[in-house]
C-alpha cells in the first residue's frame, strides 16, 4: 500500500499529504507535508504525528484521529500550525479513515491545503466591513444629532401659515395643491417653502416632512 501512495502523491507539491496508524504514527508523507511542517522526511516518519507535526509531547485537544476513529466517518475541518519564528499557518484538512477486517479504523489519510492567505483576505474583508459599517453609523448619528440641532433651535421660528404649508408638505402635496388649499397663489406657495427650509435648516422636501413629524406639525 505505501508504495502505491508513494507512487500517487510523492511527486505533488503543492498539497500536504500523510498517513497516520491508528496509535498517531506517521507511517508516510510527502514533500508537501515536509515542507509545511518545516522538517525532511526522513524525520516525521515513525513518530507520533502530535510530536512530528506540532511539536507537542501529547495529542492535540482536537484529535482528528480520535474523531474520525469514534464516527467512521470522513471529516473535513481547518486547522493551524505554529511554526518556531513563523506566523501561524491555517490548512484546510481533508482526514479519510481506513478499516482493517473488522471494521475499525486502522490508518487516517489526510490532505492539507494550505489556505493562509485566503484566511488574510477573509479577515481583511470583514475588518473593513465592519469598518464600513461603523463609520456608516457614526455618520448617521452626526447628521441625525446636527438634524435635530438644528431643528430644536427653529422649532418656535415658523408663522402660521408657514406652518400651514409645511403641514402640507410633509403629507405630500406638491406646490400648486398648497395654493389651492390655502387660497393663495403658486409663487406665495414657493416663497412660503423656501422661507421654511431656511428657517428649520433644510435643503428639500423630504428633509421638512421629517422635521414636520418630528415636531408634531403633521398631526
Known amino acids: 500500500m505505501l508504495k502505491i501512495v508513494n507512487a500517487l502523491f510523492e511527486t505533488v507539491s503543492d498539497i500536504a499529504i500523510n498517513l497516520l ?51 467512521k466517518k470522513p471529516l473535513v475541518a481547518e486547522r493551524w500550525l505554529d511554526l518556531p519564528d513563523q506566523e501561524r499557518q491555517h490548512a484546510e484538512v481533508r482526514a479519510y479513515p481506513i478499516f482493517d477486517r473488522h471494521g475499525s479504523v486502522q490508518y487516517l489519510f489526510e490532505i492539507l491545503t494550505l489556505i493562509t492567505d485566503k484566511k488574510k483576505d477573509d479577515e481583511k474583508r470583514t475588518r473593513y466591513i465592519e469598518l464600513l459599517e461603523k463609520t456608516l453609523r457614526e455618520s448617521e448619528a452626526q447628521n441625525s444629532t446636527r438634524f435635530l440641532r438644528q431643528t430644536d433651535l427653529n422649532a418656535e421660528g415658523l408663522t402660521a401659515r408657514q406652518r400651514e404649508a409645511l403641514c402640507l408638505i410633509g403629507k405630500g402635496f406638491s406646490n400648486k395643491q398648497i395654493a389651492s388649499v390655502l387660497g393663495v397663489g403658486v409663487e406665495t406657495v414657493k416663497t412660503h417653502v423656501k422661507n421654511i427650509f431656511l428657517r428649520i435648516g433644510t435643503g428639500d422636501r423630504a428633509e421638512a416632512a421629517a422635521w414636520a413629524a418630528i415636531h408634531h406639525i403633521l398631526m
Do not use: H, Q
Open 21 to 71: 496508524s491508528s496509535d498517531y504514527t506517521v507511517i508516510w508523507a510527502n514533500s508537501g507535508m515536509a515542507a509545511n511542517v518545516k522538517r525532511p522526511i526522513n524525520e516525521l516518519i515513525g513518530k507520533p504525528r502530535y510530536e512530528a507535526f506540532r511539536r507537542r509531547n501529547s495529542p492535540c485537544p482536537v484529535c482528528l484521529l480520535k474523531i474520525v476513529s469514534e464516527t
